[in-house]
């Protein structure tokens, strides 16, 4: 009888597997919006994907809080484990969101510096899958995972200075000639910072675990 209790009961490994899907639908989501703003033809498909990897990202996020609530071992505390799955899952809601403004305006061409930052959402992207990928064993890999922290949060600085660039660039080309492209666009550069600020988000949230647990 204990035998089969434990066979349908969650195992600890399981929370770093699904910490791990979770992260790889926030690398494909982040490359998906990156190729929306190549712009033209690329813009209707892009955004499907980044619709689809949101919904795969919300179905880890339903699986996690069901095996938070019937496991009795968790790996870590278990209200961290539900605020780093939300916050996960808030990165790739705010790309979803990215791209429906996108949608909605119909916008097919994009400021350089939106190109750029979305170049930059997939580095920390990637960042984050390499810290998820550290976590089973995060005694050992503490200095790694704070070093990544780190990057992530000098991108994110980087993501700011391009933020204010795009808006000022924005501001100078339509001021006199169409201030919807000017509002529209600073619509996008505002759910584009969001994105990023949602990526450091999730590293200061890992950074809190390590040192809980470190």
Same mark, same amino acid.
């Given at each position: 009888?204990?035998?089969?209790?434990?066979?349908?009961? &969650?195992? #600890?490994?399981?929370?770093?597997?699904?910490?791990? /899907?979770? /992260?790889?639908?926030?690398?494909?989501?982040?490359?998906?919006?990156?190729?929306?703003?190549?712009?033209?033809?690329?813009?209707?498909?892009?955004?499907?994907?980044?619709?689809?990897?949101?919904?795969?990202?919300?179905?880890?996020?339903?699986?996690?809080?069901? /095996?938070?609530?019937?496991?009795?071992?968790? &790996?870590?505390?278990?209200?961290?484990?539900?605020?780093?799955?939300?916050?996960?899952?808030?990165?790739?809601?705010?790309?979803?969101?990215?791209?429906?403004?996108?949608?909605?305006?119909?916008?097919?061409?994009?400021?350089?510096?939106?190109?750029?930052?979305?170049?930059?959402?997939? #580095?920390?992207?990637?960042?984050?899958?390499?810290?998820?990928?550290?976590? &089973?064993?995060?005694?050992?890999?503490?200095?790694?995972?704070?070093?990544?922290?780190?990057?992530?949060?000098?991108?994110?600085?980087?993501?700011?200075?391009?933020?204010?660039?795009?808006?000022?660039?924005?501001?100078?080309?339509?001021?006199?000639?169409? &201030?919807?492209?000017?509002?529209?666009?600073?619509?996008?550069?505002?759910?584009?910072?969001?994105?990023?600020?949602?990526?450091?988000?999730?590293?200061?949230?890992?950074?809190?675990?390590?040192?809980?647990?470190?």
């Amino acid at each position: 009888m204990l035998g089969l209790f434990k066979a349908i009961m &969650p195992k #600890e490994d399981a929370f770093f597997d699904l910490f791990s /899907a979770h /992260a790889k639908t926030l690398v494909a989501g982040a490359e998906a919006l990156h190729d929306l703003t190549a712009g033209g033809d690329a813009v209707e498909g892009a955004s499907a994907r980044v619709y689809q990897y949101e919904d795969e990202a919300d179905e880890i996020t339903r699986q996690v809080m069901v /095996a938070v609530r019937r496991s009795f071992i968790t &790996p870590f505390d278990r209200s961290d484990i539900q605020l780093l799955t939300t916050s996960l899952d808030d990165a790739i809601d705010q790309m979803r969101k990215t791209a429906k403004v996108v949608s909605l305006f119909e916008v097919k061409t994009f400021e350089p510096q939106m190109r750029e930052m979305t170049k930059i959402i997939v #580095e920390a992207a990637k960042l984050t899958e390499e810290a998820v990928a550290l976590l &089973p064993k995060m005694r050992v890999n503490a200095h790694q995972l704070n070093e990544i922290a780190i990057k992530i949060t000098q991108i994110e600085e980087q993501s700011d200075q391009m933020y204010d660039q795009g808006r000022k660039e924005l501001f100078v080309t339509h001021r006199n000639s169409d &201030p919807m492209a000017f509002i529209v666009g600073i619509d996008i550069y505002s759910h584009l910072e969001k994105v990023m600020d949602r990526f450091e988000d999730v590293a200061n949230r890992i950074s809190g675990i390590v040192v809980e647990q470190v």
